[in-house]
């Protein structure tokens, strides 16, 4: 732990709190194949692939908990993208499990290479958060935002109107964390949870809302305005 510990302060970024146990299972995993072909098929070559595979794997897992610093692009009537991505989907669609009626739904997919954590779209109340547990489909289907695991979250903002947003496990991802709760104020662009590996986080919005971005934009978390408020 103390050599983790001492790996995140020369990194050029944080690594997020809930990668630690992770990341020491993925280096003991990762790692045995590499003693077990020095100790028992000792091949200069096999093992240079081999410690090469393992510790660009290990590197892989580093990254993906990784949590840059970054300042949040605020703005009192913007709702600013909640996660990294690609802009997959913008459609009017009815909301079910909450609003049940028409919202701008827009879909944004994490790939495993994109920063995971997720932040406030806005300045609010949490008036909703409920887990689900579901499939692990492919993320970037659309019947993933209801079938897969996901985790909703519906914040109140000062001029009455609501945001909600979904984060959906993905064919990778086996675990959200969300650190929502019922009734607390969050503001803008602060950290509400991380999803493990390869997702998507949908965005309902109030219809007469002003779309500030297109279908394949990359958005970044607390930067990307994704609409204002009429």
Known sequence: ???????????PYKIHKEGTNTIIIALIVLFAPVLMVYHFFYSFPLLLFVSLTALFAWLFVLHFFRVPTRFTNRNGKAIVSPADGTII?????????YFNDKRIQISIFMSPLNVHVNTYPIDGEVVYVKYHPGKHLVASLPKASKDNEHNTVVQRH??????????IAGTLARRIVSYSKKGEIARQGKEMGI?????????????AAKINVNLNDKVQSRITHLAYFS
Request: charged share 35%.
């Open 1 to 11: 732990m103390r050599r983790l510990h001492k790996l995140k302060m020369i990194l």
């Open 89 to 97: 989907q913008i459609v009017e669609e009815v909301e079910t499990e």
């Open 158 to 167: 000062k001029n009455g109107e609501e945001v909600l947003f979904r984060q």
């Open 195 to 207: 999803i493990k590996f390869g997702s998507r986080v949908d965005v309902f919005l109030p219809t």
